[in-house]
């Protein structure tokens, strides 16, 4: 995955309410106005329904920073796509997230992830682009949704996919559905502790 600076630097016009809240921040193109999501700190906003929560709370996940720059990009009739991949989270390409994992017993764990798709090319503004850290190599799930979808939608998803991986991982089949799911709500509190 590319970080924002792999996007182009379109003008933003004066288009909504979107663009109207990246200008006031003094952000005039679009890879300013990723880069400015990308460096905002992760964590859960109050409120999915917000759409400048992002740029309110100074912090954001995947879902609600992609969200966010996908409502810019309709504004600007820019074609870019909001994605909900996912993959096989471990230690190596979310690090924070091992000491969770370890304690256990999983490797990994299925995690649905956010982020942008231009043309071929898959943006994250969320994740750190450091050598250290690598990469998501293979994308078990993929599906472009709506803005709005990044709450239940996303998440019945996600649950619908933990529950096919649970019957069939070996480890996974002792633990309940319930269960996994506070494994991986550990691991997204454990991201947001870093």
């Known amino acids: ?3 924002s600076d792999a996007l182009e630097r379109l003008p ?22 990723a880069g400015y ?22 912090r954001g996940t995947c879902s609600t920073k992609h969200a966010l720059l996908r409502r810019l990009a309709l504004e600007q009739d820019v074609e870019i796509a909001l994605i909900v991949g996912i993959y096989e989270m471990t230690e190596r390409n979310t690090p924070g997230v091992g000491k969770v994992l370890a304690e256990s017993s999983l490797a990994s ?23 250290s850290v ?18 239940e939608y996303k998440k019945n998803l996600h649950r619908q996919f933990l529950q096919e991986w649970k019957q069939s991982s070996d480890l996974a089949k002792a633990y309940t559905l319930e269960e996994l799911w506070g494994i ?10 870093l």
Not at 109 to 125: F, N, Q, S, W
Not at 184 to 193: D, F, G, M, N, Y
């Open 37 to 58: 999501v990308q460096r905002l700190p992760y964590g859960r906003n109050e409120n999915l329904a917000d759409v400048l929560a992002v740029l309110r709370e100074e």
């Open 134 to 151: 690598e990469a998501i190599h293979e994308i078990l799930y993929e599906e472009e949704i709506a803005p709005d979808q990044i709450g």
């Open 109 to 131: 764990i299925p995690e649905a992830h956010c982020y942008l798709r231009v043309g071929p090319m898959r943006v994250d503004v969320t994740r750190e682009q450091a050598n």
């Open 1 to 3: 995955m590319q970080s």
């Open 184 to 193: 991986r709500e550990s691991c997204i509190e454990a991201l947001e502790h």
């Open 12 to 33: 933003l016009k004066s288009a909504g309410p979107v663009s109207a809240a990246f200008a006031v921040i003094g952000t005039w193109d679009f890879r300013s106005a």
